[in-house]
């Protein structure tokens, strides 16, 4: 058995892993990084890139028909075999050696294979060749296995080969129906594009309607925007079982009718990989959905040199949120000073549908939980001006919600046209706390959507529990 020895150890080698690895080489440590797939991890390949190279050119196509003077010149149908070309490109062809070199060239040592925890510190790799090799980390050991599209226990669905978003994204070809279990993002998101491309589509959710995480008005106007794209939306509905026949066709057997579809699309959440994963060896545990606890630091109680970054600690299983905790566990794991990670709420997420729908920090709902004394203010940012030129014609939401006890944000939804570049100026404002007696003074250019500040802050100034704004 072959020995080595680093400082950091990191097993997995998607975002979060990936930028764990390049941030404690940064730091001067010796660092190893251990991956059994392609480096880089599902977002690139299978999930966040594809995905929105699916959804880009009908998006485009929309907002150029909404535009007087350039409608005219759109002329013809959406080449598809165009689409999937960009999107292999996007993807690279599922070749990661860009991703690879990042890591090389920064003196990170890449071992292919299937890592474990073998012990306090210790990790071996079952290498590609069949060999295998211990290696000891002085330092600390990074879990970042990233998860899976989870699978509900439902009857004949395994049976029936259905797609995640693994399939769905790297289609070669677009089936004529499509059934899509779940209400979510990946759920929107595809429905939309596999709509665009003359798929009939439909969405089966258990909940009573679609996004439940996300706030019931904004929620309802993607849902909206699916109806008039032809996506058929069935909420409230439990499915007993699934059956594919020998032909091909699958059929969603749920409470009062059945779905039939060329193709079924499971989007029910995540799954963290930690199986042969070596946690019993440290005696460390994963709960039902695949995921390790850590504290805001990123590593597990009572072992601070395990850390756990990305969906596998389940915190915010986002691409951005797992870079970032890379960070915060790369500071810690090299031993400079304590950075933590303040709140998880403070994540940014954006749904690229068509309007877009963003939030960073609570919904209302979220925030009454949370025992929070809140007052919540909306606006359209569709009927500023700036809707004249983005999304013309189109309907818009907009919520802000404040803290009374400090004066500042905790809280923004927004939903528009290409809105989520919006997004950015709340989270600097939710995560820097910064009060409204200084946003007043944040003045917005005209005429563009973030106008919306200014309405807002128009709203909260008349609102006497908030005088002091």
């Known amino acids: 058995m072959h020995e080595l020895e680093f400082d950091i150890v990191v097993i997995g080698g998607g975002p979060g892993g990936e930028a764990t690895a390049v941030h404690a080489a940064r730091a001067g440590r010796r660092v190893a990084l251990v991956e059994r797939d392609l480096v880089g991890g599902e977002c690139p390949y299978w999930g966040c890139m594809p995905s929105k190279a699916l959804l880009r050119p009908p998006q485009a196509i929309s907002e150029t028909l909404r535009t007087p003077g350039a409608a005219a010149a759109v002329t013809g149908a959406l080449d598809i075999d165009a689409v999937l070309a960009r999107r292999d490109e996007i993807v690279a062809e599922l070749d990661?050696?860009?991703?690879?070199?990042?890591?090389?060239?920064?003196?990170?040592?890449?071992?292919?294979?299937?890592?474990?925890?073998?012990?306090?510190?210790?990790?071996?790799?079952?290498?590609?060749?069949?060999?295998?090799?211990?290696?000891?980390?002085?330092?600390?050991?990074v879990l970042a296995t990233g998860s899976r599209a989870a699978m509900p226990p439902i009857e004949g669905l395994v049976a029936a080969q259905p797609w995640t978003n693994r399939e769905a994204t790297?289609?070669?070809?677009?089936?004529?129906?499509?059934?899509?279990?779940?209400?979510?993002?990946?759920?929107?998101?595809?429905?939309?594009?596999?709509?665009?491309?003359?798929?009939?589509?439909?969405?089966?959710?258990?909940?009573?309607?679609?996004?439940?995480?996300?706030?019931?008005?904004?929620?309802?106007?993607?849902?909206?925007?699916?109806?008039?794209?032809?996506?058929?939306?069935?909420?409230?509905?439990?499915?007993?079982?699934?059956?594919?026949?020998?032909?091909?066709?699958?059929?969603?057997?749920?409470?009062?009718?059945?779905?039939?579809?060329?193709?079924?699309?499971?989007?029910?959440?995540?799954?963290?990989?930690?199986?042969?994963?070596?946690?019993?060896?440290?005696?460390?545990?994963?709960?039902?959905?695949?995921?390790?606890?850590?504290?805001?630091?990123?590593?597990?109680?009572?072992?601070?040199?395990?850390?756990?970054?990305?969906?596998?600690?389940?915190?915010?299983?986002?691409?951005?949120?797992?870079?970032?905790?890379?960070?915060?566990?790369?500071?810690?794991?090299?031993?400079?000073?304590?950075?933590?990670?303040?709140d998880n709420v403070h994540a940014p997420r954006v749904i690229y549908t068509e309007p877009n729908l963003v939030g960073v920090g609570h919904t209302l709902a979220s925030a009454q939980a949370a025992g929070l004394d809140v007052r919540h203010f909306d606006r359209d940012p569709q009927k500023l001006a700036a809707g004249s030129f983005y999304g013309r014609g189109t309907e818009g939401f907009a919520r802000c919600i404040v803290d009374v006890e400090s004066g500042c944000l905790v809280g923004a939804t927004i939903v528009g046209t290409d809105i989520a570049e919006l997004l950015h100026s709340a989270t600097i404002a939710i995560v820097g706390k910064v009060p409204i007696e200084r946003l007043r003074h944040c003045v917005a250019p005209f005429p563009t959507r973030s106008e919306v500040w200014t309405r807002w802050i128009e709203q909260i100034e008349r609102d006497e529990v908030l005088g002091r704004a």
């Open 170 to 342: 790297l289609v070669s070809d677009i089936p004529s129906s499509l059934a899509i279990i779940g209400g979510g993002i990946i759920s929107v998101e595809l429905a939309q594009a596999y709509a665009a491309y003359g798929c009939d589509v439909t969405i089966l959710e258990q909940a009573d309607r679609l996004l439940a995480n996300e706030e019931p008005d904004a929620a309802q106007l993607i849902d909206d925007a699916l109806q008039r794209t032809g996506v058929r939306v069935i909420t409230g509905t439990a499915i007993s079982r699934v059956r594919r026949d020998e032909d091909g066709t699958v059929h969603v057997h749920c409470e009062d009718q059945t779905v039939e579809a060329a193709e079924l699309l499971v989007a029910t959440g995540r799954q963290g990989n930690v199986e042969d994963l070596g946690l019993a060896t440290v005696g460390v545990t994963a709960d039902e959905r695949g995921v390790i606890e850590v504290c805001d630091c990123m590593y597990v109680a009572d072992l601070p040199w395990l850390f756990v970054v990305g969906d596998l600690n389940g915190r915010a299983q986002l691409t951005h949120a797992a870079a970032y905790q890379a960070r915060v566990a790369a500071r810690n794991a090299a031993g400079l000073e304590t950075h933590c990670v303040e």
């Open 96 to 141: 990661d050696t860009r991703h690879a070199e990042r890591l090389t060239d920064r003196g990170i040592t890449l071992l292919r294979g299937h890592g474990r925890l073998d012990g306090e510190r210790t990790v071996t790799v079952e290498d590609v060749d069949g060999t295998t090799t211990r290696v000891r980390a002085t330092d600390a050991v």
